[in-house]
């Protein structure tokens, strides 16, 4: 008989323990009084000009915060927003595009921080275009811009964001972008073997393709999008997620850009240190090529992820001009606080 009240009696302190672990974590709706959160991002592809985000887990900002972080990546935009309206994904990290559709069809968003102040596309050419073009990095930007014209570029898809900046930026500088041609060639290793075939004479991507692209002898980064100042103050790679997520979960969204925040600061101040501690979210490349691609990108990781609206207005502006391709045709407010808002950040670092 003592043996099975013994048995009982360790099977209920079995059960209590089991149920107060379980407690320690949650997903739920609403903030979690200081116990653990599991909180899951999505992001259209592996992305170096992400690189702040992946440099907050790997440092373990999150982890102070008492956020444990999965990232689902892959399947573009559209898997993006995909992943948040279902609530699969709490917090989405993308291009302002991914936003802009959805918004139109009524769905209630929020942009919270913006991991880069610039456009970080590189335009890589193949030395054999440069050569039959008379052009190099070293040309005026004009002429960078003017080589453009009948070139067959590599893009992750036809009449993605890269594609429309890039026409954009053709026609704001007097090139007919309708004279450039796109072909699909998605990941950076495509399009370097696309362009040591021949087969396209240049690749648009954000680093470290180009680097990549170099350092093979088979082309060279030839114009930075960044350079054109349009492009030089504009939001990209957006935090944002459902307006009723931040609402309920609103402490939890101030620790998330404190984190991200600190990631920025971090991978600024030290992007060998960064460039190792990610360099295992990029299959087989260099280190050292990742280093050398934080540093370049490290203007861009501006602040904690302020924004303005001069440059939403300059991320909006292309998709709607060339709306056939991008499928964005309403222009959205763009004053703060309607579909973005540096609340977030004022608040979480106001004693920092």
């Avoid at 200081?34 to 702040?52: H, I, W």
């Avoid at 892959?74 to 917090?91: C, D």
């Avoid at 570029?153 to 007919?176: A, C, F, K, P």
């Avoid at 504009?234 to 404190?258: G, I, P």
Wanted: with cysteine.
């Amino acid at each position: 008989m003592f043996k099975n009240k013994l048995l009982v009696l360790l099977c209920l302190v079995f059960i209590v323990s089991a149920c107060s672990q379980s407690d320690e974590t949650t997903t739920n709706k609403g903030d979690s009084g200081g116990k653990e959160v599991k909180l899951t991002f999505t992001e259209p592809a592996r992305l170096l000009s992400v690189a702040p985000l992946y440099v907050a887990i790997e440092q373990g900002f999150f982890e102070k915060e008492g956020i444990e972080v999965e990232i689902v990546s892959g399947g573009g935009g559209a898997q993006v927003i995909a992943s948040i309206l279902s609530g699969e994904a709490q917090f989405a990290v993308s291009g302002p595009r991914s936003m802009f559709t959805p918004l139109d069809k009524g769905e209630d968003l929020l942009a919270i921080q913006s991991l880069n102040s610039a456009l970080t596309y590189q335009i890589t050419l193949s030395k054999q275009y440069q050569k039959k073009k008379g052009v190099s990095k070293d040309s005026s930007f004009e002429d960078r811009v003017a080589s453009l014209s009948g070139a067959t570029i590599g893009t992750n898809l036809v009449g993605d964001s890269g594609d429309v900046y890039t026409r954009y930026l053709m026609q704001l500088h007097g090139v007919d972008p309708g004279s450039l041609k796109t072909v699909k060639l998605a990941g950076d290793g495509s399009k370097i073997g696309g362009m040591q075939e021949g087969i396209v004479d240049g690749g648009i991507a954000s680093p470290p393709m180009g680097l990549q692209a170099g350092s093979k002898g088979v082309g060279e980064i030839v114009i930075n999008t960044s350079e054109e100042p349009m492009y030089g103050n504009m939001v990209w790679e957006a935090v944002f997620a459902k307006k009723e997520y931040l609402e309920d979960n609103h402490e939890t969204s101030l620790k998330v850009v404190r984190a991200i925040g600190k990631g920025m600061e971090f991978t600024r101040s030290n992007p060998r240190e960064a460039a190792e501690s990610i360099v295992s979210y990029f299959d087989g490349i260099d280190v050292d090529i990742l280093e050398e691609s934080i540093i370049g990108l490290k203007n861009t990781f501006k602040g904690n992820g302020e924004m303005n609206q001069e440059a939403w207005d300059n991320a909006q502006d292309p998709l709607v001009e060339f709306g056939k391709l991008s499928g964005v045709s309403t222009k959205q407010d763009t004053t703060e606080d309607v579909i973005w808002t540096n609340s977030y950040i004022q608040e979480a670092l106001k004693n920092n």
